[in-house]
């Protein structure tokens, strides 16, 4: 501040001496505004002087204090939008890490899910198996034994026309069950040597 006072003095003081050379000089008849005596010069000196020592007390005092202070605040929104943006950086990387462990997490439990129906599908179709080839034996059983019974019972119609004769129902019984004891014997044979 005391250089500024220093030139603005000098500058001043040039002034008053430039003011005091035209005087002496003296053109007549034309004004100038640096038109004046040596004493007005050191007037407008003083009264420049006076007026800059009270602006730089009442005015640029406070007015570098509120130029300074906006420069505070400044740098704390710089520092606190810098310190916001870290935040969200790691927030961001902590959501994507955590959007990639549920995605993996999905693909697992998609793949354990296909994996388990697979499993099912396949003892599902095991059982059906089963089942149907429980049902077809029993299908089968129940037939052979109704082609035994019509059998027996064309043989008890062939055995009445060739004996000419009626058979009792014991003596029926009892030819049945001879001839299908011989069949099944028979078949069972066949189907072992298969």
Not at 32 to 46: L, P, R, Y
Not at 91 to 120: C, H, M, P, W
């Amino acid at each position: 501040m005391n250089k500024k006072i220093t030139a603005g003095l000098t500058i001043l003081f040039a002034a008053a001496v430039a003011f005091g050379s035209e005087e002496s000089s003296g053109a007549a008849g034309q004004q100038s505004i640096f038109d004046g005596s040596m004493a007005e010069a050191i007037w407008a000196v003083i009264a420049f002087l006076v007026l800059l020592i009270v602006l730089g007390k009442i005015a640029w005092k406070p007015l570098l204090k509120t130029l300074q202070a906006r420069e505070d605040t400044i740098r704390q929104q710089l520092a606190a939008a810098e310190t916001a943006r870290l935040k969200a950086e790691k927030l961001f990387n902590e959501y994507k890490q955590q959007g990639i462990e549920l995605i993996e997490k999905a693909v697992s439990r998609a793949t354990q899910i296909e994996k388990d129906s697979i499993e099912k599908a396949g003892r599902e179709a095991i059982i059906m198996k089963e089942h149907a080839i429980v049902e077809i034996n029993a299908a089968k059983d129940a037939a052979s034994q109704q082609l035994w019974q019509q059998v027996g019972d064309m043989v008890l119609a062939l055995g009445q026309e060739v004996i000419g004769r009626s058979i009792t129902t014991d003596d029926n019984k009892r030819l049945i069950g001879e001839a299908t004891a011989k069949l099944r014997s028979e078949k069972s044979t066949v189907e072992s040597s298969q």
